[in-house]
Every structure is written in structure tokens, then in C-alpha cells.
């Protein structure tokens, strides 16, 4: 009981201070205020995404705007560890293709594998490294060195500097 005060009080004390908290897991499985995704790559540029009409539609770098498209915040899955990526626009969720796991998608939230992601943290502060339920731990949400607005993806885990994200607000 005394265990569960004490890591109650030190989350209060790093929220209050500004600071974000982690599940004990370190999933990072706590819902979070909506705010723009951003790598540590291509300063000024969030995660953003065309209409979802259909199935899925790629997810891409633009310059940063308060567009729905790009206000994203994480809530906890149903599958302990996890949290899933919600944009504040109309139910729709960050995942993997299922027909090109190294795609990076948004579609509409249906809780399943690829749209389930682990946060790590990174090495900066309130920054995480993002792998997915679907593709496993060895790959991570990235953006390569060469990106252009099309190359959001999974690749190989590295500590590169474009698989390190801020997630929401």
C-alpha cells in the first residue's frame, strides 16, 4: 500500500511540475493531451495524414499547423503495455499496413495489432522511440535521413535521431 502512495505522489509531484509520467510498465500507457507529433528530424514539421475515406491512407511529415490532422494524443490499448495514437480527428489511429509492414498509416481506430504501438523513452527528455505490436521490437517509427514528406516508416532500431518522437501534448 505504501509502495502505491509513494508512486501516486511522485507522478503527481512530475505532472504538476510539467513533466509527463509513464505507466509503471514504461509504456508511457497514459492518456495524454492532444498536440503535434514531431521527430527529432525535420524541425518544423508534424505527423500528418490526407482525409481518411477509406481503408488507410499514408502518413507523412508537413509543416506544423493546429489541423486536426495533426493533433494526436495516446491512450491505453487493451492489450497491457501498449497505447494506441489517436488524432483528434474523427476516430482515426496511427498504425502499420498490414499488406507493408514497413508503411506507416492512419485509419480508423479499431484497437487491433498495428495500430497497438510500445513508447520506450528516448534519450531526450519527454521523447519516446515507438515500435509496433504488429512488425515487433526490432523496428521502430521512423524517418529516414533522406525523408521527404512520403517517408514516414518502420525501419530497423537504431537510436537514430529520426526515431525519436514527442508524442501529443
Keep these: 500500500m505504501t509502495k502505491f502512495f509513494t508512486v501516486l505522489a511522485c507522478s503527481v509531484l512530475l505532472l504538476a511540475s510539467g513533466g509527463s509520467a509513464l505507466a509503471q510498465?514504461?509504456?508511457?500507457?497514459?492518456?495524454?493531451?492532444?498536440?503535434?507529433?514531431?521527430?527529432?528530424?525535420?524541425?518544423?514539421?508534424?505527423?500528418?495524414?490526407?482525409?481518411?475515406?477509406t481503408v488507410s491512407v499514408p502518413a507523412m511529415m508537413e509543416p506544423c499547423s493546429d489541423r486536426s490532422h495533426q493533433q494526436w494524443h495516446r491512450a491505453p490499448a487493451r492489450v497491457p503495455g501498449y497505447v494506441s495514437i489517436h488524432s483528434s480527428d474523427n476516430n482515426?489511429?496511427?498504425?502499420?499496413?498490414?499488406?507493408?509492414?514497413?508503411?506507416v498509416v492512419a485509419a480508423r481506430c479499431q484497437n487491433i495489432p498495428n495500430q497497438r504501438w510500445m513508447l520506450a523513452p528516448a534519450k531526450k527528455d519527454g521523447r519516446f522511440v515507438l515500435t509496433n505490436q504488429l512488425t515487433g521490437s526490432g523496428t521502430c517509427l521512423g524517418i529516414p535521413e533522406t525523408a521527404t514528406r512520403e517517408n514516414v516508416g518502420m525501419s530497423r532500431c537504431g537510436g537514430f535521431a529520426g526515431q525519436s518522437w514527442q508524442v501529443g501534448g
Excluded at 25 to 38: E, L
Aim: hydrophobic letters at 30%; charged letters at 20%.
Design 25 to 53: 510498465d514504461g509504456s508511457g500507457a497514459v492518456d495524454s493531451p492532444a498536440g503535434p507529433m514531431q521527430s527529432d528530424r525535420l524541425s518544423g514539421k508534424c505527423l500528418d495524414f490526407t482525409q481518411v475515406r
Design 92 to 103: 482515426v489511429c496511427l498504425g502499420v499496413s498490414a499488406a507493408d509492414h514497413s508503411r
